[in-house]
Structures are given as C-alpha cells and as structure tokens.
C-alpha cells in the first residue's frame, strides 16, 4: 500500500532537534502527537487489529517466572515480533522506517553511545478485561536496550473510563509522569534504570508498537555474554 510521506526529512530533523534531543537529555522522555498523520495512523491500525483478530497475537513472555506468581499477574498483554517486511505490514514498516530516520537524527546528540541498529518491532494488545503490566525497567541488565519507543494506536481514548496509562516513574524524580496511549502518539524514553514504568489495567483494547534501540557496545557485550552461558551447565540463559 503506497503511502504520502507528509513528513519531510528538514521536518524530522527539527522535530529531533528541538524537541526529543533536549527532553531526553533534560527529562529522560519525550512524546509526540500526530506523527503519521490520520491516514498513515489508520492504515498502521487496521494492520494490527488485523493481527489481532487472526489470532497472531500471543501471550506476552516473562524472563523468568517466580513460584506461586501467574504471568497474567505481571504482565497480561497479547504480542507478535514483525520486521516490517512481512506480508500486510506495509504500514508498519512505513512507520518504522520514520521512526528509524528520526532516531538517526538524535543517535549522535545523546551522549557516546553508538544507536545503530534496534530490535524487531513488538505489536502488543492488552485485551481490556483489566490486564496491564506491573512496574518494570525494560533493561535492568544491560541487555544492550538504549532507548524505548512507543507508537500508540488508540482512537477516542478516555483514560477515566478506559485506563491503560503508562506511568513513568523517573530516576530520584519526587513525581511521576503518566502517559495516556492517544492514537498516532509516539512515546521516546531511555531504557535503562533511569525510567521505572507501568501499564495501568486497561478496561478496553488497547494496541501499541514498541521498538528498541540498542547500544553497540552494549549489546555486543550482552550477547557475548548469553553465549558464555550457554556453553555453562545450568546457566541462566539472557532474555
């Protein structure tokens, strides 16, 4: 499906630039509203609802489990891992791509760290029976995970009625910041310790798709280490 590009590339620049650079370096979050557009938004939504309703969402996994706790408990979302290059993810990959050219922008603004390369993209749904995922930092371990991005999907959002906030509760911070997950928004934190968070339970369908960017470095080290312990008799093995 052929979509208008209504962004330019001075457009994405300036959007980095003024807005993500200076809010990650002075809050360790930035969110966006109106990135693709109604059109390009809608399209990445009927994609994944698409996804949803063919049955190609599953049960989101835990790295470990802890006995006597249930993973619904923890985190109750339904997920598929996409590349973009599959068939009837023509919009995503649309908007993966925008989300690429503008992280490539602020990869050199944002400290040492080498950005070039990200993980495959998490489509997620939380159901709306009251599922959300417990406080949780997305790279407690240096995994190689750098900066979080999510694109939410969510028309006619009433976070009073529908729930579903992700609350961010920043590093030696005396607040906390929610996000409320309002259509064709795209939410941009750092990774690591410094942004605990939430999924609020969700009392309707709620979607999303999140991408991470690694440190080179970082991940390098990461996965020589995962390949140590693989070749170590009752290792744990890195997620």
């Not at 939504?45 to 049955?55: A, I, R, T």
């Not at 802890?66 to 985190?75: D, H, L, N, Q």
């Not at 925008?98 to 050199?108: F, G, H, K, P």
């Not at 939380?126 to 694109?151: E, F, Q, S």
């Amino acid at each position: 499906m052929p979509f208008i590009e209504h962004i330019s590339y001075s457009d994405l620049e300036r959007l980095a630039l003024q807005r993500l650079v200076p809010a990650l370096l002075s809050h360790g979050f930035c969110y966006v509203d109106g990135l693709l557009g109604e059109l390009a938004g809608s399209a990445v939504l009927d994609q994944v609802v698409e996804m949803h309703n063919s049955g190609q969402l599953q049960d989101g996994r835990l790295a470990g489990s802890i006995p006597g706790v249930s993973r619904r408990s923890i985190r109750g979302d339904k997920i598929a891992w996409v590349s973009g290059s599959e068939r009837g993810c023509e919009a995503i990959s649309f908007l993966l791509n925008l989300i690429d050219r503008l992280i490539s922008v602020c990869a050199s603004r944002l400290g040492d760290k080498a950005i070039q390369e990200r993980s495959k993209a998490m489509v997620a749904c939380y159901p709306g029976n009251g599922a959300g995922y417990v406080k949780h930092v997305d790279n407690p371990n240096h995994d190689g995970r750098h900066l979080t991005c999510i694109y939410y999907l969510n028309k006619n959002w009433n976070p009073k009625e529908h729930g579903g906030v992700l609350r961010i509760f920043p590093e030696s911070k005396p607040y906390v910041v929610d996000i409320k997950p309002l259509f064709d928004r795209l939410l941009v934190f750092w990774s690591d310790r410094r942004n605990p968070h939430e999924v609020q339970p969700s009392y309707a369908t709620r979607y999303a798709i999140t991408v991470w960017y690694f440190d080179s470095e970082e991940r390098a080290q990461a996965k020589k280490r995962f390949r140590q312990q693989k070749t170590t008799p009752g290792a744990t093995p890195f997620s």
